[in-house]
Structures are given as C-alpha cells and as structure tokens.
C-alpha cells in the first residue's frame, strides 16, 4: 500500500513538472502563437483555434505551439493553466495573435481570426525556418 501510494505521488509530480515552466523555456525550441484574449469566456481564442484544428501536421513540422493569455494567466490549447509562466513575460496589452519565434522576437501583431495558411507562410519565410527545411531535405 506504502508503495503505491509513493507511486502515486510519482507520477502526479512528473504531471505538475511537465506544465509548470515559463516561456523562456520554450526559446530556440518552439515558436509561439500566443492568443491575447481578455474576452468573457475566451470566446475569440477558441474561435481562432477551431481555425487550427485541422493544421496539427504543420503546426510540428513548424515547432509552432499555442498559448492562450487571458490577462492574467496562460493556459495551453486544453485550456490548462501553464504554471511558472508569470504575467511580468507577458507584455501585450491588445487583444489579437502575437507570433513569437524561437529566437524570442516578435514576428508578427495581428487580430484574430487570422488564416494559418498566412502564418505557416510566413514562418516559412524566416531565415531560421529555411535552414530548417534545407537540413530536413539534406540529411
């Protein structure tokens, strides 16, 4: 009983670990589609999610993750909050899309209900996406 109990306590700890990180630990991993919304219910960011549904293969062929900032929280795609990121990281005051690159820039500002297509293109555009796709296609 003792052991399960040990057990169990494993691997709630490994779950809290694996969302309690700050942004800074998603630099030169992932780039970040952050969704600035302060809207009741979060109305305007699960729209423009609905818009990504069908995008999940490109989405990691461009280490492209989503985030959704309420003001005072940011939650992953499910909603859930990721802990340890705190609101001084987060500097946007409108409401809409911010992309970040892996470098921690800011790429592009925009309202929501933007076209993936627009923002795969874009990313695609980038030097460091380039560089990523020339060494995907020559191994």
């Not at 062929?61 to 909603?79: A, C, P, S, V, W």
Request: with cysteine.
């Amino acid at each position: 009983m003792r052991q399960f109990k040990l057990l169990l306590i494993f691997v709630l700890l490994i779950n809290y670990t694996m969302y309690s990180q700050d942004l800074s630990s998603y630099r030169w991993k992932n780039r970040i589609l952050l969704l600035c919304d302060s809207g009741e219910g979060l109305e305007k960011s699960k729209s423009q999610l609905k818009l990504f549904r069908s995008y999940q293969k490109e989405l990691e062929e461009r280490d492209l993750i989503i985030l959704i900032y309420d003001g005072n929280t940011i939650k992953d795609q499910k909603f859930r909050t990721v802990s340890g990121a705190s609101k001084k990281e987060i500097k946007f005051d409108q409401e809409g899309l911010y992309l970040i690159g892996k470098d921690g820039g800011v790429k592009l500002e925009s309202g929501f209900y933007t076209d993936p297509i627009a923002i795969f293109d874009l990313i695609d555009s980038m030097p460091m996406r380039r560089a990523e796709m020339r060494r995907k296609n020559n191994p």
